[in-house]
């Protein structure tokens, strides 16, 4: 069974500056699905950034880009120039590209706060 | 935009009611979730489906069933809510290639 792991519970980042939140996963699937998800306190869950796992290169949605690197099972996202709206949870997930059924695996959260 | 619509954004229950959480979808999707979330454990997938009355348990499915009569609307229902179902409701909808849509949370607070 595939499993997703966030092990950073919580992070700050100085307004303007980048951090990284982490990711780690297991799978013996070799096509699949990778995706970062944002939930501010609006509790509302929106997309970040998706990743294929057969695309070698990183996916990038303007400040936001990952670091995937798949023999290492690790997909972590990059975000720069953070700005006071990217206070959030953040949520890292899987779904299996070939399993037919399209449910997600997500890790259990960072909460990313940022400092003015 | 896809818009996912719960019904409810807050409820409070006490044990032993039924509750039905709603959620309705506008982009035709064919697969629908519900999640509950709860802190330190993310979100743990209860039921889903991947077409009109066709459901599946997910990793959680006790004290849960779940209705779908239409395409478009996927309903949780709670026959009778404890204290250890309160918690955040998530419902999702979702196509083959792109990410969830999500809905705005249904907090559920037994008492």
């Known amino acids: 069974a595939q499993t997703v792991t966030q092990s950073q519970p919580e992070m700050s980042v100085q307004e303007a500056e980048t951090v990284t939140l982490s990711c780690t996963y297991d799978?013996?699937?070799?096509?699949?699905?990778l995706f970062w998800y944002k939930q501010p306190p609006s509790r509302q869950m929106i997309l970040v950034i998706r990743?294929?796992?057969?695309?070698?290169q990183n996916a990038t949605e303007n400040r936001f880009s990952v670091n995937f690197q798949k023999a290492a099972k690790s997909f972590s996202l990059k975000i720069s120039d953070s700005q006071l709206g990217d206070a959030a949870m953040y949520f890292c997930?899987?779904?299996?590209?070939?399993?037919?059924?399209?449910?997600?695996?997500f890790g259990t959260g960072t909460r990313l706060k940022v400092l003015a | 935009d896809v818009k996912v619509t719960q019904s409810s954004r807050y409820l409070v229950k006490r044990t032993g009611e039924k509750v039905f959480l709603e959620c309705v979808q506008d982009?035709?999707?064919?697969?629908m979730f519900w999640y509950r979330q709860d802190p330190g454990l993310g979100l743990r997938l209860i039921y889903f489906?991947?077409?009109?009355?066709?459901?599946e348990k997910g990793d959680i499915p006790e004290g849960y069933s779940v209705s779908r009569e239409k395409k478009e609307r996927f309903s949780l229902i709670l026959e009778s809510t404890s204290t250890n179902q309160t918690s955040m409701y998530l419902c999702?909808?979702?196509?083959?290639?792109?990410?969830?849509?999500f809905g705005s949370g249904t907090r559920l607070t037994v008492v």
């Open positions: 999702a909808s979702g196509g083959l290639r792109g990410g969830y849509t």
């Open positions: 799978t013996s699937e070799s096509d699949y699905y």
């Open positions: 990743q294929e796992a057969y695309k070698q």
């Open positions: 997930a899987y779904r299996s590209f070939t399993s037919g059924t399209y449910k997600y695996i």
């Open positions: 982009m035709d999707h064919e697969n």
């Open positions: 489906s991947y077409d009109v009355k066709m459901k």
